[in-house]
């Protein structure tokens, strides 16, 4: 018959709903579009420029055209090995960088090429889990409230793997934490990073928030568990440049079968991250006194913003995590659930968008039981380049610089905050 196809979609798509990421951004900007005025702390997006050292390379090499090599531009590699060495005192050689377009896709690419049951603490970043439901891998969510308890990581380690010790499997641990805005301290890791080694799992250590942590004291679980963890970092957060797609995983040597699988992927599917971007990523790596004023200003501001933002929705009676590095908050409020007469976390984000006209995403997103009142706040609704401009000569910020430059997030957790106690 004319205009018809024989086709049928994959059964583990068909399953899938869009990313509950992106599928709030559209609904806010349906919103928008009707003109009403919504406040846009969904979408996990830096509210920062790039650099402009890093932008004025990618003008510089934008005639950059030949494809480059499959793992990445070699001189960017290197420029992400010794960055390794100098923020972690972490010993990759640019063999064991593998460069992609964004983290996202390498994530996929492993999780193709492995043969791993995936484990993740809850909440968890909301891409992990429908990566392995398209691959159809087995999804395994550590049991107990994480959030609120990382020192149970390691006896949950034990109650999912003790039975059957030697299955491959793949943790994903992500610090600072999207969703929480948590991180885990050494003694944390280095619990992990044992319960890991005796089970021999791979870690993906997904460490984009890296470079934003308040302090600027990131730390690895790498450091205690190196040949067993495969660290993914990039350009989409404290570079600001989630548009320009670019990631990178460091790998252990001891998983050179690993790589070199991932790279057959990459040969077969994206070819090379874009030239010019790759070239100007260098600079984003190398030390230099632009990028450390760039990420000294993001983190001042991101902090007093993040902790304004945690005293006033922790008054407002909600249970949540202090943050120590990112963008984000996720404020539970299991107690309203009587008073609103909502008993999900799908419907208390659908009333405050409806009812204040803040977007955030459920906690059902993030791995939380469906019926746990719990959002995740991307404080990231202001003018990124205009704080900046206002910040980058202070050491530290006046009182009222964040009502004053922040206003838009400043006046949506209040809204928020309203909104919990009426
Ligand atoms: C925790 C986490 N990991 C990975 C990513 C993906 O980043 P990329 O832009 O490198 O694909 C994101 C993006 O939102 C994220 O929040």
Redesign the pocket.
Known sequence: MVGTTHHRLNINITRLTPSA?LAINEQCQTMIDEGKQVFRLGF?QSPFPVPQIVVDELKKQAHQKAYLPVKGFLPLRQAISDYFQRTEQLSYSAEQIMIGP????L?FILQSVLESELILPSPS?V?YAPQADILSREVTWLPGDLVSEPDLIPAALDQICADNPTKPRLLVL?YPL?PTGATYNEQQLEKIAERARHYGLIVLS?E??SGLHFRGEHCSIARYYPEGTII?N?L??WSGA?GW?L?AFAFPKELDDLRLAMTVMATETFSAVTSPVQYAAIKAFEPSDDMDAYLDTSRMILESLLNHSYQQLLAAGAQLCQPEGGFYLFPKVDHLAQRLGINNSVALCSAVLAETGVAVLPGSAFGRPANELSMRIACVDFDGAQAMAAASELSQLPDGFIQQHCGRTVEAIDRLSKWFLR
């Not at 964004?102 to 896709?105: P, S």
């Open positions: 990421t996990g964004g983290t996202k896709e994530m970043w891409s992500n999207n997904d984009i928030y993914s990039g989409s957060k989630g797609r990631g």
